[in-house]
């Protein structure tokens, strides 16, 4: 039962960060971003509606590994 809650969670943590991720603004131009001069997730430069994306991806990919290492481990 709680392997299957879960479960349950993990997809509807992988559906609202695909949302996340989708729903933000392109940041650089593709692989050519590279340089590190785009702003990212990570440079402090977002501001507004990206920036709350760009937390809201960050909090649920991490609530997404744990979730799947927490089902991994359950499956062993």
Known sequence: MVLTALMVLDALVAIVLIAAVLGQEPKSAGMGGMDGG???????????????????????????????????KMTM
Do not use: K, Y
């Open 38 to 72: 785009g702003n990212t997730v990570f440079s402090g430069q977002v501001r507004g509606m990206d920036a709350l994306l760009a937390r809201v991806t960050m909090v649920f990919a991490a609530l997404f590994a744990v979730i799947t290492l927490a089902i991994a």
